[in-house]
């Protein structure tokens, strides 16, 4: 998928939140390789704050 968007460069959002750190540097080198824009996001919440809303 991410492939397919790189290739008709078309813009997308991924969330690696979940995904091992070799999987995320794979996604990173396949962006760069395309010459991508990459823009990194970190969202993050307290430990109460993840306990109380599961």
Not at 2 to 9: D, F, P, Q, T, W
Not at 33 to 53: G, Q, R
């Amino acid at each position: 998928m991410a492939k397919e968007l790189l290739r008709n460069k078309e813009s997308f959002i991924w969330n690696v939140a979940n995904l091992r750190k070799e999987n995320r540097q794979k996604l990173i080198c396949l962006c760069m390789a395309d010459n991508a824009k990459i823009k990194f996001v970190s969202l993050e919440v307290s430990y109460k704050e993840l306990l109380f809303n599961k």
